[in-house]
């Protein structure tokens, strides 16, 4: 079963909307919260290589994705890195905004 089925079970099941509201919003705080600690450990990682290359790491994404450094493994793993910090920043940004 899915998570939209699962959902619509909740609802049906739950005849005060506040106590469902309540659930979701727990939910949605512990995963916010999961999410926040990753990105302190990403955000520390993106600082280790910023200090070892003397860039930051917007800066070495864009000059990255124009093939202006080469291809050094530590590059795809910054590169990596990078975008998973971006995507996990979009997230966070959604989820808070239903809070």
């Known amino acids: 079963m899915d998570a939209l089925a699962k959902l619509k ?3 049906d099941v739950y005849p005060d909307k506040a106590d469902l509201e309540l659930m ?8 916010i ?3 926040r600690l990753r990105l302190k450990r990403y955000e520390q990682e993106l600082r280790d290589f910023e200090q070892r290359y003397g860039m930051d790491s917007a800066t070495f994404y864009r000059r990255f994705e124009a093939g202006e450094l080469g291809d050094a493994m530590d590059f795809f793993e910054w590169a ?8 996990l920043l979009e997230k966070l940004k959604r989820l808070e905004s239903i809070v």
């Open 24 to 31: 979701v919003n727990k939910l949605v705080d512990a995963t």
């Open 80 to 87: 990596g890195l990078y975008e998973l910090h971006q995507d």
């Open 9 to 11: 079970i909740l609802e």
């Open 33 to 35: 919260g999961q999410y």
